[in-house]
């Protein structure tokens, strides 16, 4: 099935940087979600997004729903160990992120020490 | 624990052998999906209910899987004459009607 294209695939940085990953669609989505996997357990949501343009905060995440509805981008600020793993973006055709998902193909995420 | 359960959280098979999985969602949620993800790649979607009706099944991947809601409230999966290629995560959602989508622990199949 369809997967969304997320850059870059993988991460090494030191804790303390600033993260920022990307996801692009071919397709609209009215809603975009951002979910963190650790290994071995289901996504975690993060950050939803409902509206075009829409800028949200959680904590250090920083979330951004592209202009044209077919991307999203997703930043981490000053990051230490526990944000390691898995960050995937998931695409709704829903306005309420309550229909089946398009997931991207993560963005994986190691603080080197 | 008030979040989306999943049982078994590991399960081995023979190839041949038929799976059943089963899901709670959050006790509000009356909307539940079903995911698959393998690894590597993010989880890919099978089919979803709201209460007991089951509105998408396209996305199953053959007939030897099948899925049930009788209830409204757990959910089964269940995978007929299992398949190398069916190992893989199974992974449960539920939401409440407009809200997003949380996941449950998954469960892990190999088929061997």
């Known amino acids: 099935g369809q997967q969304l294209n997320q850059s870059p695939q993988s991460m090494f940085i030191q804790e303390g940087e600033d993260v920022s990953m990307n996801c692009t669609s071919s397709?609209?989505?009215?809603?975009w979600l951002w979910y963190k996997q650790d290994p071995g357990e289901g996504p975690v949501l993060l950050i939803a997004l409902y509206k075009a343009g829409e800028l949200t905060s959680n904590g250090r995440l920083t979330a951004q729903f592209g202009i044209t509805r077919k991307d999203s981008f997703l930043n981490i600020s000053a990051s230490i160990p526990s944000d390691v793993g898995i960050y995937f973006c998931a695409g709704s055709i829903s306005n309420f992120g309550n229909e089946k998902l398009t997931f991207g193909t993560g963005t994986r995420l190691t603080i080197i020490p | 624990d008030t979040g989306v359960s999943q049982d078994p959280r590991h399960k081995i098979t023979k190839r041949g052998q038929n799976v059943t999985f089963r899901c709670d969602p959050i006790s509000e949620h009356n909307r539940l999906y079903w995911y698959r993800q393998t690894l590597g790649q993010g989880p890919e979607f099978l089919t979803y209910f709201q209460n007991e009706a089951q509105l998408e099944k396209s996305r199953l991947l053959s007939d030897r899987f099948s899925a049930e809601r009788p209830k409204g409230s757990f959910s089964t999966l269940e995978i007929q004459r299992t398949e190398q290629g069916d190992s893989a995560m199974y992974l449960c959602a539920s939401s409440f009607s407009t809200y997003e989508q949380y996941f449950g622990p998954g469960t892990r199949l190999t088929v061997t």
């Open positions: 397709s609209i989505f009215n809603t």
